[in-house]
Every structure is written in C-alpha cells, then in structure tokens.
C-alpha cells in the first residue's frame, strides 16, 4: 500500500465550477497535512496546510481533514484556466520529513 | 535574493562525469532536503539535513552525494550516473521544530539528463 495516495487524473472541471481533489494516508500517526500545486515545469508551491481535523479556507481554496478516516481534500471554487496544474498531497509521518503523493492533474476548461 | 534558488537550471553530462548541484536558502530555515522527481512517479526524497546535520538517507545509491556546509548550503555531487538517473532534482528547505513540520519552499529544480 502506498504512504501517500491520490487519484491520478486528469480532473476536468469547466471554469466556475468546484474542483474536489482528494488524498488518503497509511500513517495513523501523521500530524501535518499539505497541498501544493504544480504547473508543468516548475517547481511545487505550497497552498495549503492543515493540522487539525474539520475545515480551513484560503480565498478560493479549503482544506479538509478527517484523521479518523486517514484522507484529507482540497476543494477549488470557482475554479479558473489558471488553476490547470498537479495538485500534490504531502503527509508528515515520523521524523522531519513529508511523503508526497503521485499527484492530481486538474483541467480547468473555458 | 530570497527563497530558495539552485544551480544549474538545466545539466547535461555523460555517464563518466563529475558535477554538482547547488541550492541556497534566504528564508532562515533550519532544514533542507533533496528530492527526485521523474516521469509519472512521485516525488522521492533522497536526503534530509537538519541543523547541518544528516538525518535521513532513502538508500540512495553511492553515486549521489550529498554535502551540507552550513544551514543555508546545499550541494548534491554526482559521479558516474546511469540514464535513469535523470529526472528533475529539487532542493527544499523548512523550519522544523520538532512537532510540527511548516510547509517546506522549494527551489525551481535541476532538469538533469545523463547521456
């Protein structure tokens, strides 16, 4: 079983629309929880981070946690052309370091 | 500058070559990491540096080696890679403080090809 695992894609959502993106994780144990996006070629930026089960919204973006369960989402509003990336997922398990998922391709289309 | 920045951009060497990889903090952290991005995998973190110190290191083979001078340097020296070897290298750096683990900031990567 994968540490880090999320649907492949691609994710097609017409632009407005709400994207939902998820992740689940092995490790019972994970405390910290992030999304990054990247767009082909370039490095990954973080945009979210979660700690705490339930809910956390930035701007356009919310994070959702249930530890119980072991997955955490990320939902896109409104979602525009420019958000057309890989979504990662990203766990801290044990020790200093995050386990990355394969990551989600989204398509944001006009 | 500020971030994380690494050079070069893009390397192209032969199998029989030596070089290496910088990346630089500007952000005060206190960890920084190398990781491996290939084709459709994900990312596979090769070596972690806290406070200087090497912490982890995924089985990487001996042919990567990594060398962390102070808190804000980060090198990755390579020597006699196979093609396979190539892949997008990222640096990244974060502030650990033990519990919990902020975001970390990556750098723009290494485009490396091993002809």
């Known amino acids: 079983q994968k540490e880090v695992e999320q649907n492949s894609g691609p994710l097609s959502v017409p632009e407005g629309a709400i994207a939902s993106l998820n992740c689940t994780y092995s490790d019972r144990g994970s405390q910290s929880f992030f999304w990054y996006r990247q767009y082909s070629g370039k490095s990954p930026e973080l945009i979210m981070s979660i700690y705490s089960n339930g809910d956390k919204e930035d701007g356009r973006f919310t994070a959702q946690l249930n530890k119980a369960s072991q997955y955490v989402s990320l939902l896109i509003r409104d979602s525009q052309p420019s958000d057309s990336a890989t979504y990662l997922c990203a766990v801290k398990a044990a020790g200093n370091k995050l386990t990355f998922g394969g990551g989600t391709r989204v398509l944001v289309k006009p | 500058e500020t971030g994380v920045t690494q050079t070069p951009r893009h390397l192209v060497m032969g199998m029989t070559n030596k070089k290496s990889l910088k990346c630089e903090q500007h952000?005060?952290?206190?960890?920084m990491y190398w990781y491996k991005q290939s084709a459709k995998k994900p990312l596979e973190l090769m070596f972690v540096y806290n406070f200087k110190e090497q912490t982890e290191n995924n089985s990487v083979p001996s042919r990567f080696s990594p060398e962390c001078p102070n808190s804000s340097h980060l090198f990755l020296h390579l020597h006699t890679l196979q093609p396979e070897d190539s892949a997008l290298y990222l640096c990244a750096s974060s502030q650990d403080d033990g519990d919990r683990v902020y975001g970390y900031t990556f750098g723009s990567g290494t485009r490396l090809t091993v002809v």
């Open positions: 952000l005060g952290h206190n960890a």
